[in-house]
């Protein structure tokens, strides 16, 4: 069953908005699968940036190309795109707003999304 996250659409970030506090991420957060986590890195033009991580496995390299386009086929749909970092067995996903440097709740829809696709 898709969760209510998954169910909304992204919405596209115009800027002049600041990223999401800790206070605003924990609720949204506590919404997705456990995999995803926060991870903080320096940035050279916001300086210190959060997003959202996680990795899937899979048996072979073959599925996990297959799943590395078919969230690329939903970045395009909902014009949110992620990084994406592909090894034999492994799907790395990172996903934050990059207009902004930092995290919006359409991050935390994305993600949603790409559990919805990839785990069902």
């Known amino acids: 069953m898709k969760s209510e996250l998954a169910q909304r659409e992204c919405i596209p970030c115009r800027g002049g908005v600041p ?4 206070e605003q991420i924990a609720p949204l ?3 997705l699968d456990p995999a995803w986590h926060i991870v903080e890195r320096p940035d050279e033009k916001h300086g210190t ?9 899979f ?5 996990t190309m297959e799943a ?7 970045a395009e749909e909902q014009q949110h795109h992620p990084d994406l ?24 829809v994305f ?10």
């Open 29 to 31: 957060l506590a919404q």
């Open 59 to 63: 048996v072979n390299f073959n599925e």
């Open 85 to 108: 970092h592909v090894a034999w067995g492994r799907l790395g996903v990172e996903i934050w707003t990059h207009k902004i440097g930092g995290l919006t709740e359409s991050d935390f």
């Open 49 to 57: 940036l959060k997003l959202l991580a996680r990795t899937y496995v």
């Open 111 to 120: 993600a949603a999304k790409c559990d919805a696709l990839i785990l069902a």
């Open 68 to 74: 590395a386009r078919r969230i690329g086929a939903l």
């Open 19 to 22: 990223p999401l506090g800790d």
